[in-house]
């Protein structure tokens, strides 16, 4: 597969988009990792981000240099050849099967929404996904999952979530869009990669246990009953989907 350049989305139509580096006038516009900008989009916003810190999620490997000109791993291109490296590393030490983390091929959209809002598209500058952009990127995610399927692994969160970025949000690198910039669109990625699971099934079981007792002469089992005391449980219990196996359980009171 190709393993696009930079600022691929910035020139889809020719090559990776970065051949003309930093701007050649045969191409129009011309790919630049590095524009003029504006007060409110600076042009810092489109340097190569280096971590001057620990790895916080598995995601931020879109930031890892690939020793070729212009490339770092492509965790946003619906093509992206790197994207299997979701499923192989892992910023701790887990088990292959984890419990309580959320299946995207059944969270609704406020779920997306509520991981989405807020999380930071570039820590230097304190840039943060806004809430319209996470909202409309939520739903699009929903949509696309009840259209083409549900998410086999998390390597479908760069090559089928990356296509619904490049069609929602423009392709073109401007003053003022973001979203053709690298590490601003990688964003969503870095979000869900440490805390989404597709093998898994997660649920909740509501059990309300009685003791009472039925009256000597009783006609009706159901409507005789006197409660004595009541008890409320919730038993989260989390399955593996390939091999059945109960991989966590969870027995949580309730009082009200």
Not at 194 to 202: A, P
Request: aromatic share 10%.
């Amino acid at each position: 597969m190709v393993r696009y350049g930079d600022c691929y989305r910035n020139n889809q139509s020719t090559g990776d988009g970065c051949e003309d580096f930093p701007g050649d006038a045969t191409v129009n516009p011309p790919s630049k990792l590095v524009s003029s900008g504006t007060a409110s989009f600076p042009a810092e916003a489109r340097r190569p981000v280096v971590l001057n810190r620990p790895f916080r999620s598995v995601g931020e490997l879109g930031f890892v240099f690939r020793d070729q000109t212009f490339k770092s791993l492509d965790f946003w291109s619906p093509t992206s050849a790197d994207s299997g490296l979701l499923d192989l590393f892992s910023v701790t030490d887990k088990p292959a099967v984890i419990a309580a983390q959320i299946n995207p091929n059944a969270a609704s959209a406020p779920v997306f929404k509520a991981i989405f809002a807020g999380i930071a598209k570039s820590d230097a500058l304190g840039v943060q996904l806004s809430g319209t952009d996470a909202n409309t990127l939520s739903a699009a995610m929903v949509a696309e999952i009840s259209g083409s399927g549900p998410y086999l692994n998390r390597s479908n969160l760069v090559d089928r979530m990356g296509a619904v970025i490049s069609n929602k949000f423009p392709s073109g690198i401007t003053a003022t869009s973001s979203w053709a910039n690298k590490a601003y669109a990688e964003a969503p990625v870095r979000a869900l990669a440490d805390v989404t699971n597709t093998r898994t099934w997660n649920l909740m079981i509501d059990v309300v246990a009685q003791t009472g007792s039925f009256p000597q002469k009783s006609g009706d089992l159901n409507r005789s009953f006197v409660v004595q005391g009541e008890r409320r449980y919730w038993l989260h219990v989390a399955i593996d989907r390939f091999t059945g196996e109960v991989v966590s359980q969870q027995l949580e009171p309730v009082y009200e």
